[in-house]
């Protein structure tokens, strides 16, 4: 027995070997230690998801000294507070699981009820649990977890089955990618609604601004509708595919319980909305002669706002970082359809045909300098407001609530 427990600190599995005619003839000959290591990749992966707060929990039917070396291998704290059994699990009320089981990091010689057990423990204590196995007995706690995950080499169909997510290449690593991609793709939906709430309440706020101050309207019918394509066209899908972030997966994880339209976008929103109201209304006032509305004033006023929805897109490619942090040409597509954007505007004010249209004229260069410089404020706002953000994080670091992982 002391040479099992030498063994399995190491790390080793431990068997017995007997041989004999009949299993009432049994001779014992001696242990064997099965060497099962994790994959290379396990140890910084775990790493990983410490620093973005997730947590791992390793749930395993080895001894308990097979379990501690492993769990020490890869990164996992081994106090003996954090070292649980099954058999200690089947003794529990529900209330002592819900006080354990957070805490552990190690649970050893585990059955099947004792893994639903602690799913559904981190569930009551308001966890988001995803749970990860291969064999028929992970089935049920799979099913039950939040984001169940099967290995797709040496997983069971139905494990499979059971299971949210398969990883292909049977690798804890990959996990991280799915991570990065599920939160890229909430940050970039947010991005979107952001952009597409500050154009709108801009739009709309304009045109009842204008009628209750009974002044004539900065905008025809055909404008609106080339501000509308721009604001639901190529800038706007642009947004939604930003490239993932280097250190998205190491950011704190959201309140799950938060809605995607929170108040601090909100404020965000209307903020964007309040500089290109006022900035479109003042070029409006600006140009109005007393000759009444001319097709110069329609169209700097047209000009001034599609280039704040422009500017405002950039704004909007990222809630906390610099545009020169996540990379000015890192979303191709985004330049392509600002680009697209801008030429389209251009044309609209430059060819015959368009101006007919669209009852525009053409601006000189110096026309079209001021409106650039004028319609960055919306995004230079944006970039001192996302710089003090940053500090003030930075100093009440910690203080958010985790989003736990086993």
């Known amino acids: 027995m002391a040479e099992a427990h030498e ?5 080793l599995r431990v068997m017995s070997m007997a041989k004999g005619g009949t299993l009432q003839e049994l001779v014992y000959v001696g242990i064997v230690g099965i060497c099962d290591p994790p994959r290379p990749q396990v140890r910084e992966a775990i790493s990983i998801l410490k620093e973005s707060e997730v947590q791992v929990k390793m749930v395993t039917g080895d001894s308990v000294d097979t379990a501690v070396a492993i769990a020490q291998l890869v990164g996992l704290e081994t106090l003996p507070s954090q070292v649980v059994s099954g058999e200690q699990l089947d003794t529990f009320t529900e209330t002592e ?7 552990a990091t190690v649970f050893y010689r585990v059955s099947p009820k004792n893994k639903l057990s602690i799913v559904k423990s981190l569930q009551r204590t308001g966890f988001i649990v995803g749970m990860t196995g291969d064999g028929v007995n992970d ?19 139905v494990c499979k089955e ?28 947010r991005n979107f609604v952001r952009f ?13 601004l204008a009628t209750f101050l009974d002044i004539p309207n900065p905008l025809n019918a055909m404008q609106i509708l080339w501000i509308n394509i721009i604001m639901d066209g190529p800038p706007a899908q642009s947004l939604g595919v930003e490239p993932v972030e280097e250190d998205v997966v190491k950011q704190k994880p959201r309140d799950t319980k938060e809605p995607m339209i929170t108040k601090k976008l909100i404020v965000n929103v209307l903020l964007s909305a309040f500089f290109i109201i006022a900035g479109t209304l003042w070029v409006f006032q600006k140009e109005m002669s007393s000759e009444g509305v001319t097709a110069r004033d329609t169209t700097m006023t047209f000009t001034c706002f599609v280039f704040f929805d422009m500017w405002n897109a950039l704004s909007c490619r990222s809630q906390t970082k610099s545009v020169f942090t996540i990379g000015l040409f ?12 801008v030429v389209g505007q251009l044309l609209v004010v430059y060819v015959p045909p368009l101006q007919h249209i669209f009852q ?17 404020s919306v995004w230079i706002f944006s970039e001192i407001k996302k710089l003090i953000e940053r500090y003030l994080d930075r100093r009440c670091k910690g203080k958010r609530s985790p989003l736990e992982y086993v």
């Not at 063994?7 to 790390?11: L, N, S």
């Not at 292909?168 to 991570?179: G, K, L, S």
């Not at 597409?196 to 009842?208: D, E, G, K, N, R």
């Not at 525009?360 to 960055?376: G, P, Q």
């Open 162 to 189: 059971a299971a949210d997510m398969i990883l292909v290449d049977d690798d804890f690593y990959t996990i991280i990618a799915a991570i990065e991609e599920g939160k890229s793709i909430f940050y970039n939906i």
């Open 330 to 341: 890192a979303n191709k597509m985004f330049l392509v359809a600002v680009t697209l954007s």
């Open 97 to 103: 699981l819900d006080e354990v089981v957070p805490r």
């Open 196 to 208: 597409q709430l500050s154009t709108s309440i801009a739009a709309l706020s304009l045109i009842a």
């Open 360 to 376: 525009t004229e053409a601006l000189t260069a110096w026309d079209m300098a001021f409106l650039t410089v004028l319609t960055s």
């Open 7 to 11: 063994i399995a600190k190491k790390g």
């Open 139 to 157: 089935g049920v706690a799979l099913k039950k977890a939040d984001i169940g995950i099967a290995m797709g080499k040496n997983g069971t169909d």
